[in-house]
Nanobody, 114 residues
Framework: VQLQASGGGLVQPGGSLRLSCAAS????????MGWYRQTPGKQRELVAT???????NYVDSAKGRFTISRDNAKNTVYLQMNGLKPEDTALYYC?????????WGQGTQVTVSS
């Protein structure tokens, strides 16, 4: 299983970005996909997750600003981030959890700065 994340970049405070993560390989229909983020010196933290039947979960700081969604036909998960703040600056990772294990994509950098 491989995950390819994209969509990071530099954005001004208040701006928006959309992250994408496409999974390939042996993907089972029952799975959970999610986004995590990490800054230097800190532990990786959960941002949002979504199950195969579209149940979502968000970290409190993301509620009302970020929206996670998925396209099961494409094995792709998205993270729409609006109202970005400097504290959202981090390396964002996608993750797939299924019965064969947990899989991580490479990080995509999000930098929020004026």
């Amino acid at each position: 299983v491989q995950l390819q994340a994209s969509g990071g970049g530099l954005v001004q405070p208040g701006g928006s970005l959309r992250l994408s993560c496409a999974a390939s390989g042996s993907i089972f229909s029952r799975n959970v996909m999610g986004w995590y983020r990490q800054t230097p010196g800190k532990q990786r933290e959960l941002v949002a997750t979504i199950t195969d039947n579209d149940r979502t979960n968000y970290v409190d700081s993301a509620k009302g600003r970020f929206t996670i969604s998925r396209d099961n036909a494409k094995n792709t998960v998205y993270l729409q981030m609006n109202g970005l703040k400097p504290e959202d600056t981090a390396l964002y990772y996608c993750k797939l959890i299924q019965r064969t294990g947990d899989y991580w994509g490479q990080g995509t950098q999000v930098t929020v700065s004026s």
